[in-house]
């Protein structure tokens, strides 16, 4: 065993290494261009869509005062009958109100008012916007649970990409030179030319490579899913360190409205009976949107926050926010007919995991550092993009005539087993990566090695 580890080097273990990551390369690659440009395209999802509905965002400030939110949502209404179910408040001056409405055959409707005019400037199917468009593409979620769920194994494969590739790019010389490690060789026409660009690239860009695969797993639907239940396991979901002792509903907020990923299994609180003043039958009295409005404002909610409107009984008015200052989110809940905080809660109230994997989180969607944070961002998706290019490049350059060109297997089966069994490390820790890393080990072995045995 000594002697093994003492040859690491060796060229049993560098084709072990190549082999893996030959595979992961071959099942993710298509995966990873779709994802580096998609996510390029959504890190300006602020940008491009305040241009493109500029007409229905945006409005000619006026000097009077801007019409009740109550009546804004009447307008909005009369023009699209249905029920009314958020209200998002212009964020500025120059901004229209949204009134969100779900009409008659079930389908919710974004409706844009004019809040000095109380005019419809224009509708859109809920979340119907291009920026939603890109985000439903990148995480391939049109397309259903499967190919879902191929981003979750895209993900971490490419954590193992990074692994692989960092150990294939390692000088091995004994005398240290820059010549394909840190300078590319050659010129377009050659093999070595972009095999230097990939190697190149991806040791510049792998930390960064491996920090937005990591931080892309909270969004898994197996992997992110049951690390959200466990990290809100209690508390009806919230955070650790948040009281809640009101009564709590079935209903989770995120089936209403985007949350943040450290809510997605919090419930929303009820509101209490009240009897009317004025009769001796129970009346419940909502109060009004406008009010609502106004203690939102006074608790200081940042600008941009959207409420959810309620649509039942025990419904309640939640005010929520999600800015690119982490420091700045916030979910407030008032009851409906006394207007009560009955819960208010902010990033500073999430427990230390929630707290890590939010930052991760806005890091990757290029919000935590302004415009030098989308840049960044932007440069890594070109370089995932480069290197898929290079990589399909060289290795079309490398394979023999008609054959698909998988490295040699190492004449030390043993390396081949070690390497594996590392890489198993990480198909334990996100088990679709482990299904499909098993499902490769059988084709493997079905058709390439057995086959070799044979012959």
Known sequence: MSTFFSTTRSVDVYRAAWRWHFYAGLLVLPFMLILAVTGAIYLFHNEIDDYIYRDIKTVTAMSGSPHSHNSIVQAALAVYPGKALRYVPPASKSGSAEVDIKGAGGDVMAIYVDPYRGTVLGSMPNRGTVSWTIRRLHSLAYFGPIANG???VAAGWCILLVITGTYLWWPRQKTLSLEGVLKVRGVSSQRV?????????????????????????????????????????????????VRVSVPMSDEHINHVAPV????????????????????????????????????????????TYAINLPVTATGVFTGAVYPNDLTKQRVVHLDQFSGQVLLDMSFADYGPIGKGLEWGINVHLGQEFGLANQL??????????????SSAVMWWKRRPTG????????????????????LMVGGIIFPLVGISMLLMLVLDYVFVIRRNSAD
């Open 150 to 152: 191929m981003i979750e």
């Open 193 to 241: 030319f972009w095999r230097d660009v990939h190697a190149v690239t991806g040791i510049v860009a792998g930390v960064l490579i491996l920090f937005l695969a990591v931080t892309g797993m909270p969004w898994s639907i197996v992997w992110g899913d049951k690390v959200n239940q466990w990290a809100n396991g209690s508390n009806f979901g919230y955070p650790a360190g």
């Open 260 to 303: 943040a990923w450290s809510l997605e299994q919090a419930k929303t609180p009820v509101s209490a009976m009240h009897v009317h003043a004025a009769s001796d039958a129970a009346m419940p009295m909502q109060i009004s949107l406008d009010k609502a409005v106004s203690i939102f404002d006074q608790l200081g909610l940042a600008k």
């Open 376 to 389: 960044l961002m932007l440069a890594v998706c070109c370089a995932i993009v480069l290197i898929c290019i």
């Open 403 to 422: 054959m698909i060109g998988i490295p040699p297997l190492p004449a030390n089966r043993h390396a081949l087993k070690v390497v594996f069994i590392l």
